[in-house]
């Protein structure tokens, strides 16, 4: 059955969503499949199982999903995973995706990357609007960033990086510092970073789904990291908000901007103003809670108008906000599933 894909008028952006808090929903993530070319020790076991190719949204059901957020208000949308640039034909995606930027609806289309593909999309990516790539690294030593990821070559990133650059995408790179693991990197981190003119944001790391690290042995609060980081350099707090979690700072002495996401020692769920939408239509309204709504049964039995009440359902389920723990008698994942599945 043909469907068509809702449409982005005036009068159904007059319908904002807005969850039972008073928050109002304008982001959208969406994880364009669970599967990855790394295996991060954080993010994932080394053994993990994929979902089947045949419950995976297709392009057109996704797109369908996108633009009926984008009808109600959504201004933001960032593709993830898993890996979303390992994804068959995904620049197909992207270009599609990128016609709500040509109308004026969305203000943004983005994505987050390991930047293993980054060299062959990065002009495509720009060709199709998007302005700036969040990428992954958690290390600059090539051994250390191998064992980190279980599969990665760093040169590989680099070189999707020094592409994206080149193709005029501002950059953000994520680090999820860990003690033990790469926290002695974090101010090299930041000098390479900042010569390169990349924001860099630190990442707590969140207890989702099973991995084969202690997430105790890791943990490592990033209050802690600010407040050395603070002996060295002058942080100066800035109001710049992404529509994300992030609270960024200018360090003075490199003129860089540096994020810091505090999920488990600062709560922010208050301004929360994103749900996330996994490979296989299921939308998650929080990170660490499992409340959600199945968008691909609602769009493929009832088309774009029960897609739409389904929209409504979702933020009447939308939590108050998540609980993330990590301590010596918390080890065990908060939610069951890993970060791929609703991406990052
Ligand atoms: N593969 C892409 C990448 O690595 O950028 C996109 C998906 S990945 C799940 C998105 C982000 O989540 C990455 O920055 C990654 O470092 C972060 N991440 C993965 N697992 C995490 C965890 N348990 N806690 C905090 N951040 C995590
Ligand atoms: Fe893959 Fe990203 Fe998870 Fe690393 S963090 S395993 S790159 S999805």
Redesign the pocket.
């Known amino acids: 059955m043909f469907m068509q894909t809702p449409a982005v008028t005036e009068a159904s952006a007059a319908r904002p969503l807005i969850d039972g808090f008073g928050r109002h929903v304008t982001y959208l993530r969406i994880s364009v499949t669970d599967r990855?070319d790394f295996r991060?020790t954080?993010?994932m076991a080394e053994e993990m199982t994929f979902l089947p190719k045949s419950e995976v949204l297709s392009f057109e059901e996704v797109d369908a999903i996108a633009s009926a957020f984008v009808a109600r208000g959504v201004t933001k949308l960032r593709l993830?995973?898993?890996?979303?640039l390992v994804r068959r034909d995904i620049m197909q995606l992207v270009e599609r995706l990128g016609r709500h930027l040509g109308s004026g609806a969305l203000s943004e289309l983005t994505l987050?990357?390991?930047g293993s593909q980054l060299a062959r999309f990065a002009g495509q990516l720009a060709a199709h609007g998007v302005r700036r790539v969040?990428?992954?690294l958690d290390s600059l030593d090539e051994k250390r960033f191998a064992a980190i990821t279980r599969r990665g070559r760093l040169g590989q990133v680099i070189e999707g990086i020094d592409a994206a650059a080149a193709a005029g995408l501002a950059v953000k790179i994520?680090m999820?510092p860990m003690k033990g693991i790469n926290d002695d990197e974090i101010e090299t981190m930041m000098a390479w970073a900042h010569a390169r003119a990349f924001g860099l944001t630190l990442?707590?790391?969140?207890p989702?789904g099973d991995v084969d690290i202690d997430r105790f042995d890791s943990h490592l609060p990033l209050s802690v990291v600010r407040d050395n980081l603070k002996q060295r350099y002058t942080l100066e707090p800035l109001p710049m908000r992404t529509g994300g979690p992030a609270r960024y700072a200018r360090v003075k002495e490199t003129g860089g901007t540096l994020g810091f996401i505090t999920p488990l020692t600062h709560n922010f769920c208050e301004s929360c103003n994103r749900v996330r939408l996994t490979a296989t239509g299921q939308l998650y309204l929080c990170l660490g809670q499992e409340d959600r709504v199945d968008l691909r049964t609602a769009w493929r039995e009832g088309g774009a108008e029960e897609l739409d009440r389904a929209l409504d359902r979702a933020m009447i389920a939308k939590p108050k906000g998540h609980d993330f723990l990590v301590d010596r008698s918390h080890r065990a994942p908060a939610v069951g599933r890993h970060?791929?599945v609703t991406?990052?």
């Open positions: 990855c991060c954080y993010c993830t995973g898993g890996e979303p987050t990357t390991n969040n990428v992954s994520n999820v990442i707590e790391a969140m989702m970060m791929s991406g990052g």
